[in-house]
């Protein structure tokens, strides 16, 4: 009876799984219906049944080498402007300058001559003054009074020293004691050591002489030119002569 009972829901079993075999719910095999099949075709519209012909063409048509990609056309640069032009500016156009110096001119004639020269505008003008040494002045200072100074004169004579005189207020030195006028410089600082010797003080000893003025004048050797002979013939006692530009 047990036997017979397994043997029964073993049939059941069987049928049950050849009946899902056939329906399919097992998977999917070959053996399908024809409406199915192309009811899961995808795109069937597209699908093309080649002959031999149209094969090789394709097959032809996919070992054809690719085309070379095109050239890359660079574009030329951009031209450069061109600098703006630089302004030259013209020549200068060098003038020859020329110097000429008049030495050995007294105050008077130095005065003149400059005042002269000083007219003309292309030409530029120095005075250089020297004093030629010629003596050396043994002397009291000037006084502020003429009473002042006749009264220290009276001091120096009553000390022994005689030899000595009062410059008028109208004199170069107005008021100065002059103790005398030496051609020597030793000379006059051995007036000077007698004179203290006495007892006297505030004894000076200056350098006299002629101031004597050189006169440069500079311009362009033209102009400077057409005026230096003119001006020789009339400063008597210059010497003429050359000196730097």
């Given at each position: 009876m047990p036997i017979l009972r397994f043997l029964i829901i073993l049939l059941v079993?069987?049928?049950?799984?050849?009946?899902?075999?056939?329906?399919?719910?097992?998977?999917?095999?070959?053996?399908?219906?024809?409406?199915?099949r192309i009811t899961n075709q995808l795109k069937p519209d597209r699908i093309q049944v080649l002959d031999d012909a149209a094969i090789a063409a394709r097959q032809a048509?996919?070992?054809?080498?690719?085309?070379?990609?095109?050239?890359?056309?660079?574009?030329?640069?951009?031209?450069?402007?061109?600098?703006?032009?630089?302004a030259v500016a013209p020549?200068?156009?060098?003038?020859?300058?020329?110097?000429?110096?008049?030495?050995?001119?007294d105050d008077e004639a130095a005065?003149?001559?400059?005042?002269?020269?000083?007219?003309?505008a292309e030409l530029t003008v120095r005075d250089q003054p020297s004093t030629e040494v010629t003596s050396w002045w043994v002397h009291i200072p000037a006084h502020p009074t003429k009473a002042a100074a006749e009264r220290r004169a009276a001091e120096i004579r009553a000390k022994g020293?005689?030899?000595?005189?009062?410059?008028?207020?109208?004199?170069?030195?107005?008021?100065?004691?002059?103790?005398?006028?030496f051609k020597t410089a030793a000379a006059a600082?051995?007036?000077?050591r007698r004179i203290e010797a006495k007892g006297v003080r505030g004894v000076?000893?200056?350098?006299?002489?002629?101031?004597?003025?050189?006169?440069?004048?500079?311009?362009?050797?033209?102009?400077?030119?057409q005026r230096v002979s003119d001006w020789s013939g009339t400063l008597s006692g210059a010497t003429r002569q050359d000196c730097t530009p």
């Open positions: 079993l069987l049928n049950v799984i050849a009946l899902a075999a056939w329906q399919g719910w097992l998977g999917q095999d070959g053996t399908r219906s024809e409406p199915e048509e996919a070992r054809k080498p690719e085309p070379p990609p095109a050239p890359v056309v660079v574009p030329p640069p951009e031209p450069v402007p061109a600098p703006p032009p630089v020549p200068v156009v060098s003038v020859p300058r020329a110097c000429v110096a008049f030495d050995g001119l005065e003149a001559f400059l005042q002269q020269v000083r007219r003309v020293w005689t030899d000595l005189f009062v410059v008028g207020e109208n004199g170069s030195r107005p008021l100065t004691i002059s103790l005398g006028l600082r051995e007036q000077q000076a000893i200056e350098e006299r002489g002629d101031t004597i003025h050189r006169i440069e004048i500079r311009g362009a050797a033209e102009a400077l030119a």
